[in-house]
């Protein structure tokens, strides 16, 4: 899923005020923040397969240490232990967790029959909304209106911005995609377009004034991880795909 993960985290943010908007993001895409190491590492792959959803090109041909169901409620346990060092309540650790592991239903929605339930020889599932463009652009802007409106009342006024911004830098992730497999000057101007995204986001962050009850170090804490989410290994992930 792409922009449904941002409206999850988004949504969260009033459940669990005092944990900040970047770190609840980072536990909505954490399954996906830590597979460009395994791939990178060969732990995993991928191939490209265009035409194999009509939203993306990639075939996720094996990712069980991060996409399985079994490693995904691992991911969830680790994550809530060690969000221990800054988040204090344990409701809010739950919280987290919850989202880590939302990761994998909403992707088991929107993927082919790609998802193993455990890391071995497992079954794969997947209901395969990538398949529907009208399907897909209607659940992933459902969720990401009501997530942004969820948040909205309580945000910082410039970090609404920032919130519109990253999710455009979300939604260009489709045809940053289905760029890998063609043509790569109009990916270029997607990735340079997404770039341009994360830095505003990084900008709007820094001068926003945070809303009555909000601390500047939540501001910060959430402007650093809503902008590293994913970037570095993500476009040297791209680079390496496209070099084959
Ligand atoms: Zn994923």
């Known amino acids: 899923m792409f922009v449904g993960h941002a409206a999850v985290a988004l949504a969260a943010k009033k459940t669990a005020p005092e944990v900040s908007l970047g770190l609840l993001l980072a536990a909505a895409v954490w399954l996906d923040l830590v597979w460009p190491i395994f791939l990178l590492t060969g732990t995993e792959r991928v191939r490209i397969d265009p035409g194999n ?14 996409h399985s169901l079994v490693m995904a409620l691992a991911w969830s346990a680790a994550v809530a232990f060690v969000s221990g060092l800054t988040v204090q309540r344990p409701r809010s650790r739950l919280l987290l967790a919850a989202l880590v592991f939302s990761h994998w239903v909403l992707d088991l929605i929107v993927h082919r029959p790609d998802l193993p339930l455990w890391p071995g020889a497992s079954p794969k599932l997947g209901l395969g909304l990538w398949n529907s463009v009208p399907g897909t652009i209607l659940v992933e802007g459902a969720m990401f209106v009501t997530g942004i409106w969820m948040y909205a009342n309580d945000a910082f006024e410039r970090q609404r911005w920032a919130v519109w911004i990253l999710g455009t830098d979300r939604v260009l992730c489709g045809p940053l995609d289905q760029q890998l497999s063609g043509a790569t000057t109009t990916g270029h101007a997607i990735a340079g377009i997404r770039c341009a995204c994360r830095l505003a986001v990084a900008g709007l962050g820094l001068v926003g004034r945070p809303a009555p009850g909000y601390d500047t170090h939540t501001r910060w804490q959430s402007t650093l991880t809503s902008c590293t989410t994913g970037s570095a290994t993500e476009l040297y992930l791209n680079h390496r795909l496209r070099a084959g």
């Not at 959803?53 to 991060?66: E, K």
């Open 53 to 66: 959803t009509v939203f993306t090109p990639l075939d996720f041909t094996y990712y069980p240490w991060t």
